[in-house]
């Protein structure tokens, strides 16, 4: 049926296999084989031969003749040819029956195999879970870490206290000094303000007196040149009086 592949000497090429059936008519010849129980394609299948057993054995006993002893013969024959063919037989029921315990061994390996996958799948889904909760706990860990190193890092507690209280004694004398120094401030202010009132009262007094002075020279200015005019008038007169 099949030409394997062989090499061409000095070439070192392989001729392709030739099949002399197709795969359909490789699948009929197993399964007539299968059926007549024929391994090779020579010689006489033996469902043949056993139904030409039978046949010869059927034939003699329906003869009339004193033929028992053909009979016996034959009917041994057939026995034998029986049993040749049974063996196979229940080899290949032997087979099937070990075909269909493995394959139910196989289906419990399937099915186990599968229960297998699935709680592997849960496994990982846990250690994944348990991954993400190691994961967030040694960021926690290593920020309390990191918290315990800048705390170390600080003073003690009573030299913190210590430097607390100072800073509170200079935040009073400095809180007194800055009430001291608005009291101070407001003090000055209202002296700034009395002086400016002072001030402005000074000035507006000068302009005042100014004013006064303007107007007494203004008054003299007038009373002078009016004691001129009438000299002036009064002196023509006498002359000519005289």
């Not at 053909?70 to 057939?78: P, Q, V, Y």
């Not at 063919?85 to 080899?91: Q, R, S, T």
């Not at 994961?135 to 003073?155: D, S, T």
């Not at 003090?187 to 007094?205: G, I, P, S």
Request: aromatic fraction near 4%.
């Amino acid at each position: 049926m099949l030409a394997r592949g062989r090499k061409v000497a000095g070439k070192g090429e392989t001729v392709a296999a030739h099949y002399a059936f197709g795969p359909l008519e490789d699948d009929l010849i197993i399964k007539h084989r299968l059926l007549t129980r024929t391994t090779t394609t020579r010689g006489e299948p033996p469902l043949k031969k056993l139904h030409k057993r039978f046949t010869a054995f059927a034939s003699e006993v329906e003869k009339e003749a004193d033929n028992y002893g053909d009979c016996e013969r034959l009917a041994k024959a057939f026995l034998q040819e029986l049993n040749t063919f049974e063996i196979p037989l229940l080899k290949s029921k032997a087979v099937i029956d070990a075909n269909l315990r493995e394959k139910e061994n196989f289906s419990d390996l399937k099915d186990e195999i599968n229960a297998q996958i699935l709680q592997a799948q849960a496994d990982i889904e846990d250690l994944k879970r348990q991954l993400e909760e190691s994961k967030i706990e040694r960021q926690h860990k290593e920020e309390c870490e990191a918290i315990r190193k800048l705390v170390a890092m600080q003073p003690p507690r009573s030299e913190t206290q210590k430097v607390i209280t100072e800073l509170e004694k200079e935040i009073a004398k400095l809180g007194a000094e800055n009430t001291s120094s608005s009291r101070t401030l407001e003090l000055r202010k209202k002296q700034f303000a009395l002086l400016l009132h002072v001030v402005d009262e000074l000035q507006n007094t000068i302009e005042e007196e100014q004013r006064s002075l303007m107007e007494e020279l203004r008054n003299a200015v007038d009373d002078h040149n009016k004691s001129g005019v009438e000299d002036a008038i009064g002196g023509p007169e006498a002359m000519a009086m005289d």
